[in-house]
């Protein structure tokens, strides 16, 4: 079946340095996708969201980037603080399937003092 | 703090056994989502309720079923359990079928 980035590999950066979370989609019907951040022993928390009609958006600290050629997702994190450590899933959602979320296998971000 | 709970917060119980994990969606919020998160599965989406009826399915197995109450509460109910089925649970919830998902802290269940 249709997937989102399905390996969790490990981002390590030092504190205040820009960080670069990178996800893959599959499906090209999805057009919402939105970045989780799941800290240990807490359910995923909303980061930032983007529809597919954009190609960037900009939060507090965070931008999404959205390629739809390539099918890529991206979540920078301006200095990068030690509370951004956690695990960051996108995920995606086609609208016209409902609402449910198809979740990537998601990134684990490591602040290093 | 999302405003979605959920009970227990650990369940610990044997194979074949059945239980019944409970969600309670943030005030306002018609649409109750379940999700399973195992360490080789990822995320999973399980199914969906709105305003008491079922809107959508996933990857949920026959052994599992859910319901969402008049008071927009949902209960998942997992029986015959397995090892396989040691998993944390989220609930989420939104206001309609198409807005942001609100996630709760998780049920942790382990089979032995």
């Known amino acids: 079946g249709e997937s989102v980035g399905l390996h969790l590999p490990t981002l390590s950066v030092q504190e205040g340095d820009n960080s670069i979370i990178n996800c893959a989609y599959s499906n090209s019907a999805s057009d919402y996708f939105i970045w989780y951040k799941q800290e240990s022993g807490k359910g995923p928390q909303f980061i930032i969201d983007i529809r597919s009609n954009m190609d960037k958006r900009q939060g507090q600290r965070v931008t999404v980037l959205l390629n739809k050629t390539v099918k890529h997702l991206s979540l920078q994190i301006a200095a990068t603080q030690p509370g951004d450590s956690a695990v960051y899933f996108c995920?995606?959602?086609?609208?016209?399937?409902?609402?449910?979320?198809?979740f990537g296998g998601g990134t684990r971000l490591m602040v290093k003092p | 703090d999302s405003g979605v709970t959920q009970t227990p917060k650990h369940l610990i119980t044997a194979t074949g056994q059945r239980v019944t994990l409970r969600c309670s969606p943030r005030s306002g919020d018609l649409s109750v989502y379940w999700y399973q998160q195992s360490l080789d599965q990822g995320l999973q989406f399980l199914i969906q309720y709105y305003n008491g009826e079922e809107r959508a399915k996933g990857n949920i197995l026959e052994r599992f079923s859910a319901q969402q109450f008049p008071d927009l509460h949902s209960e998942l109910n997992l029986s015959s359990l397995e090892l396989g089925d040691s998993a944390l649970y989220f609930c989420a919830s939104s206001v309609d079928r198409y807005n942001e998902q609100f996630f709760g802290p998780g049920t942790r269940l382990t089979v032995l």
């Open positions: 995920a995606e959602i086609n609208n016209n399937a409902g609402n449910m979320l198809t």
